[in-house]
T-cell receptor, first 113, second 115 residues
Framework: AQSVTQLGSHVSVSEGALVLLRCNYS??????LFWYVQYPNQGLQLLLK??????LVKGINGFEAEFKKSETSFHLTKPSAHMSDAAEYFC???????????FGAGTRLTVKP | GAVVSQHPSRVICKSGTSVKIECRSL??????MFWYRQFPKQSLMLMAT?????????EQGVEKDKFLINHASLTLSTLTVTSAHPEDSSFYIC???????????FGNGTRLTVT
């Protein structure tokens, strides 16, 4: 079964610093990969997705992620953190045939002024 | 873009009563919808997959008689928590997507509190 592992349940950065949230996937074939953000008491908002094609994927709010097959990774980055980026981030994988989506444990991002 | 609407956003009920949560796809036909449950400070756990016109598929450990799912049309799926108990208090989120490989679009969730 496909799964994703997020390294680090909590990441804290200073405003303006680089954000790096780690995600590794487990799949025998390249899956569909996603990053979502969740603010308190809200649903999930899609940041970006990888399906096929270009391995560097740009998303909303200045985030991007790179699909690295050799490392089975899909880490999320943002060059300069903003206070409004503080939230919970989930990496997710979805298989073929309209399968359900499986989530990592989540990483809480804190941004310090 | 694809939109999923979930209602209600918050509900408080007494122990022993039933609560129905609705999930609608507003601009696409959802043959499949997914119901997730999220405990505080935890990830989303898939409860069941709702299939239009057929029975839902439940994940291991999820009681199908407690969490009744109906998907009678291509735009509406409902989750009914029957005979709710305090341990059923949680955040329930539905989702769907317009096709294979597409991202899932999520409702805003329903915060259920059972007193």
């Amino acid at each position: 079964a496909q799964s994703v592992t997020q390294l680090g349940s909590h990441v804290s950065v200073s405003e303006g610093a680089l954000v790096l949230l780690r995600c590794n996937y487990s799949s025998s074939v390249p899956p569909y990969l996603f990053w979502y953000v969740q603010y308190p008491n809200q649903g999930l908002q899609l940041l970006l997705k990888y399906t096929t094609g270009a391995t560097l994927v740009k998303g909303i709010n200045g985030f991007e992620a790179e699909f690295k097959k050799s490392e089975t990774s899909f880490h999320l980055t943002k060059p300069s953190a903003h206070m409004s980026d503080a939230a919970e981030y989930f990496c997710a994988v979805r298989g073929y045939n309209n399968n359900d989506m499986r989530f990592g444990a989540g990483t809480r991002l804190t941004v310090k002024p | 873009g694809a939109v999923v609407s979930q209602h209600p956003s918050r509900v408080i009920c007494k122990s022993g009563t039933s609560v129905k949560i609705e999930c609608r796809s507003l601009d696409f036909q959802a043959t499949t919808m997914f119901w997730y449950r999220q405990f505080p400070k935890q990830s989303l756990m898939l409860m069941a997959t709702s299939n239009e016109g057929s029975k839902a598929t439940y994940e291991q450990g999820v009681e199908k008689d407690k969490f009744l799912i109906n998907h009678a049309s291509l735009t509406l799926s409902t989750l009914t928590v029957t005979s709710a108990h305090p341990e059923d208090s949680s955040f329930y989120i539905c989702s769907s997507g317009p096709g294979e490989g597409s991202p899932l679009h999520f409702g805003n969730g329903t915060r259920l509190t059972v007193t």
